[in-house]
C-alpha cells in the first residue's frame, strides 16, 4: 500500500499538471477516494494483528477485536458506500 501512495498516486498527481495526463484531477480523487486515511487504517489493523501473533506463537490466536476495531474505525459506512456505488452514472 505505500508503494502505491508514494509512486502511482503522486506519479498520476504529477502528470495532472503535464499535457500527458489520462485523468483529470476528480478522476483521481474519485478513484483513490480517501486513500490516505484507508493506509493508516490498514497500517494500524496490521500491528494490531503482528501484536496479537507476537503474544501468542503457540497458542489459539484471537483476532476479533482486531477486526472489530478495523470495523470501527471505518472511513464510510457500508451503507454510506453502497448508497455511492449505486448512484455512480457508468
Do not use: W
Amino acid at each position: 500500500m505505500t508503494v502505491v501512495l508514494l509512486q502511482f498516486i503522486e506519479k498520476l498527481r504529477s502528470l495532472l499538471q503535464t499535457a500527458q495526463h489520462a485523468l483529470s484531477s476528480e478522476d483521481v480523487n474519485t478513484i483513490f477516494f480517501k486513500i490516505t486515511n484507508l493506509h493508516l487504517i490498514h497500517t494500524e489493523f496490521v500491528c494490531d494483528v503482528e501484536l496479537v501473533l507476537s503474544d501468542q506463537p503457540n497458542a489459539t490466536v484471537v483476532i476479533g477485536p482486531a477486526f472489530h476495531k478495523l470495523v470501527s474505525s471505518a472511513v464510510i459506512s457500508v451503507e454510506t458506500y453502497l448508497l455511492m456505488t449505486h448512484s455512480v452514472e457508468l
